[in-house]
């Protein structure tokens, strides 16, 4: 089982807004809605901030969305802050033995 | 509120052995299933293990099947992931981390860092 397939970097100034996505198969992604996002500073531990494909926890920003279409899902930032400067992770449930499967991880840096 | 501490990483020997626990406070692990997670130096997040609330399942990732065992101290509310023959590729922080009230990973422990090393 392979790790879903994020890009490795994505950038934006202050009050964009940039997307980052996160590819699977039809195992994962495109069969289960309990795909997740986290976001991970640096030497911290990683911290949930969408689940069940678009939900937000308690106290998330409601700058953080995401969405999920066939085998590929999205999380957008708007208005872009320095605070948001971070690792962002997916995760999907997956139908394979391994049970979940994690991206491969995108930074996140404010111009 | 849910609180999850690890402990027990260190340095180890290439083959030697290392138990870790996860402590859970604000809850008793019969409520919550818990994962481990791992994540080595510069690398991304790798699911390792799960055990479920009641204890009665326990799931391996491939790379640590026959080699990490889960096991649980109800009265110390407490989680082990006791880990055999270790080798460089399992140097990480690992995490422990709830299939808690919303989803799975939901609340995470601080980690605890292993490194296999002679």
């Known amino acids: 089982q392979s790790a879903l397939t994020q890009p490795a970097s994505v950038s934006g100034s202050p009050g964009q807004s940039i997307t980052i996505s996160c590819t699977g198969t039809?195992?994962?992604?495109?069969?289960?809605?309990?795909l997740s996002w986290y976001q991970q500073h640096p030497g911290k531990a990683p911290k949930l901030i969408i689940y069940?494909?678009?939900n937000r926890p308690s106290g998330v920003s409601n700058r953080f969305s995401a969405s999920k279409s066939g085998i590929t899902a999205s999380l957008t930032i708007s208005g872009l802050q320095a605070e948001d400067e971070a690792d962002y992770y997916c995760?999907?449930?997956?139908?394979?033995?391994?049970?979940?499967?994690f991206g491969t991880g995108t930074k996140v840096t404010v111009l | 509120q849910v609180q999850l501490v690890e402990s027990g990483g260190g340095v180890v020997q290439p083959g030697g052995s290392l138990r870790l626990s996860c402590a859970a406070s604000?809850?008793?692990?019969?409520?919550?299933?818990i994962h481990w997670v791992r994540q080595a130096p510069g690398k991304g997040l790798e699911w390792v293990a799960f055990?479920?609330?009641?204890?009665?399942?326990?799931y391996y990732a491939v790379s640590v099947e026959g080699r990490f065992t889960l096991s649980r101290d109800s009265p110390k509310n407490t989680l082990y992931l006791q880990m055999l023959s270790l080798s460089a590729e399992d140097t990480a922080v690992y995490y422990c981390?709830?299939?808690?009230?919303?989803?799975?990973?939901?609340?995470w422990g601080q980690g605890t860092l292993v490194t296999v090393s002679s």
């Open positions: 039809s195992s994962d992604v495109g069969e289960y809605n309990y």
């Open positions: 995760s999907s449930y997956t139908s394979s033995s391994i049970l979940y499967v």
């Open positions: 604000g809850f008793i692990l019969s409520q919550y299933g």
């Open positions: 069940d494909v678009d």
């Open positions: 981390a709830t299939r808690g009230p919303l989803t799975d990973f939901d609340y």
């Open positions: 055990i479920r609330n009641d204890g009665s399942k326990k």
